[in-house]
T-cell receptor
Framework: GAGVSQTPSNKVTEKGKYVELRCDPI?????LYWYRQSLGQGPEFLIY????????DSGLPNDRFFAVRPEGSVSTLKIQRTERGDSAVYLC?????????????FGPGTRLTVL | KNEVEQSPQNLTAQEGEFITINCSYS?????LHWLQQHPGGGIVSLFM???GKKKHGRLIATINIQEKHSSLHITASHPRDSAVYIC????????FGTGTSLTVIP
C-alpha cells in the first residue's frame, strides 16, 4: 500500500511569496502531523490534526504559517510572505490515531528554499 | 536547554561492533520514539516506547521512565546502518533531539 506522500518534493521560491505544501497521509490514518527540519537540526513540531481539526498548533512559529485538513485526509501547509529563514525540509507524518500505541509514518518531505 | 538531549552527536564504528545511542529528556512524556533518517532525508520510525524494552531484528530500544532515559542499541552493526538516529518524545507537544550521526565502516 502507498505510504505518506508529499508534494512537491522541492520548492524554490522568492522571499515574500506564498507557498502551499501538500501531504497525502496513509488511507485511514486519522492523525496527521507537520514538522520542519532545518539543516543540521532535528525535526521541529509544527501542528497536528485529529480528523479535520487542528488538535495542537502550538508549534507554528508565527501567523504566516497555517495548515488545513478540510476533509480529514489531505492536508495543506500554507506559508505567507515567505522569509529566508523558512527554508527547511517540511515533513508530514500520519498515524492511525493519537494514542500512545500509534506509530507515525513519515513522508519523504518537501525541501523548501526561499531565495 | 533542550528538552531532549542525545549522545553522542557523532559516532563511527567498525562493522560488527555493538552500538549504543543515548537519549535523555526533561519533560513528562507519554511516549518516546526512535527515528532513523538516511542521507536524502527520508525518516523511518524504528520504535515507539512508553515502558520497558522492544526488539526488532538487530535493534533494541529501552526506556527508563524514572530516570527519563532511553537507549537504542544496534548489535552486529553493518554499513547500511549508517544514518542519523533521532530521539523524539511526546509530552505536551513533540520534542526532538538533534540526532546522532552514525557511520559504520566496513
Amino acid at each position: 500500500g502507498a505510504g505518506v506522500s508529499q508534494t512537491p518534493s522541492n520548492k524554490v521560491t522568492e522571499k515574500g511569496k506564498y507557498v502551499e505544501l501538500r501531504c497525502d497521509p496513509i488511507s485511514g490514518h486519522t492523525a496527521l502531523y507537520w514538522y520542519r527540519q532545518s539543516l543540521g537540526q532535528g525535526p521541529e513540531f509544527l501542528i497536528y490534526f485529529q480528523g479535520t481539526g487542528a488538535a495542537d498548533d502550538s508549534g507554528l512559529p508565527n501567523d504566516r504559517f497555517f495548515a488545513v485538513r478540510p476533509e480529514g485526509s489531505v492536508s495543506t501547509l500554507k506559508i505567507q510572505r515567505t522569509e529566508r529563514g523558512d527554508s527547511a525540509v517540511y515533513l508530514c507524518a500520519s498515524s492511525l490515531g493519537t494514542s500512545r500505541s500509534n506509530q507515525q509514518f513519515f513522508g519523504p518531505g518537501t525541501r523548501l528554499t526561499v531565495l | 536547554k533542550n528538552e531532549v538531549e542525545q549522545s553522542p552527536q557523532n559516532l563511527t564504528a567498525q562493522e560488527g561492533e555493538f552500538i549504543t545511542i543515548n537519549c535523555s529528556y526533561s519533560v513528562g512524556i507519554s511516549a518516546l520514539h526512535w527515528l532513523q533518517q538516511h542521507p536524502g532525508g527520508g525518516i523511518v520510525s524504528l520504535f515507539m516506547l512508553s515502558s520497558g524494552k522492544k526488539k526488532h531484528g538487530r535493534l533494541i530500544a529501552t526506556i527508563n521512565i524514572q530516570e527519563k532515559h532511553s537507549s537504542l542499541h544496534i548489535t552486529a552493526s553493518h554499513p547500511r546502518d549508517s544514518a542519523v538516529y533521532i530521539c523524539a518524545v511526546r509530552g505536551n507537544q513533540f520534542y526532538f533531539g538533534t540526532g546522532t550521526s552514525l557511520t559504520v565502516i566496513p
